[in-house]
């Protein structure tokens, strides 16, 4: 696959971007956690599938600069999160333990955020403080400020509002607001396209 700011695979064209899903503009752990999107038709985005695509979504949320310069190694390590902060999602919503793999890489990313420039050294300059801001300092502050937007979202008051999509096949998880519980205008009017036919189904069958 070429390299492009998101990944496509399987289905037909891209039907478009989704809005962010309610919640998502407070808790960017939750717009993390819908990176991936499975979408109709087979098919599956994702917006961290590639370097430049994972640069341009920490660039997005103000956890990178522009010219930062991900790497690939870079960007797997952001999809293993992401990967890690879905499954406590999944927990909360589902009301299951939090399986101990998540609840250790999340951890981790907390305890690895850089609190101070290294001290280095060479002939033209002598002691110095190094680049406050190298790309592994980059990842890693991103994925510490993220690990703890989860762990905030997990362990706060709208942990309760905490739902995942209803709409087949949409994968995406929100906080509920009000009566609404999908993600999307389009996820609500194709699941109440599906119940609309299952409905004229059933009246056919009877």
């Known amino acids: 696959m070429s390299e492009t700011d998101t990944a496509v695979t ?3 064209a891209d039907p478009g971007p989704l809005p962010s899903a309610p919640g998502a503009e407070h808790y960017p752990a939750l717009d993390l956690a ?3 999107i499975a979408l109709p038709g087979g098919q599956f985005l994702d917006l961290l599938g590639t370097p430049s695509g994972a640069n341009q979504w920490l660039v997005d949320h103000h956890l990178a600069p522009a ?3 991900m790497q690939e190694i870079c960007a797997a390590r952001l999809r293993s999160l992401r990967e890690q902060v879905r499954a406590l999602l999944a927990a909360q919503v589902g009301g299951h333990p ?8 999340v951890n981790d990313a907390l305890t690895r955020v850089p609190t101070a420039s290294p001290l280095g050294w060479d002939s033209a300059r002598g002691m110095h403080r190094t680049a406050p801001h190298p790309l592994d300092q980059i990842v890693d502050q991103a994925l510490g400020i993220l690990a703890a937007d989860a762990a905030d979202l997990l362990t706060g008051p709208d942990a309760e509002r905490l739902t995942a999509c209803p709409s087949t096949p949409c994968n995406r998880y929100l906080l509920r607001a009000g009566r609404r519980h999908w993600c999307s205008v389009r996820c609500g009017d194709r699941a109440r396209a599906a119940r609309a036919y ?3 189904n059933q009246t056919t069958a009877d």
């Open 198 to 200: 299952a409905r004229r």
């Open 10 to 12: 399987s289905g037909t």
């Open 34 to 36: 819908n990176s991936a």
């Open 67 to 69: 010219d930062a310069g």
């Open 98 to 105: 939090a399986p101990a793999t998540a609840l250790a890489a």
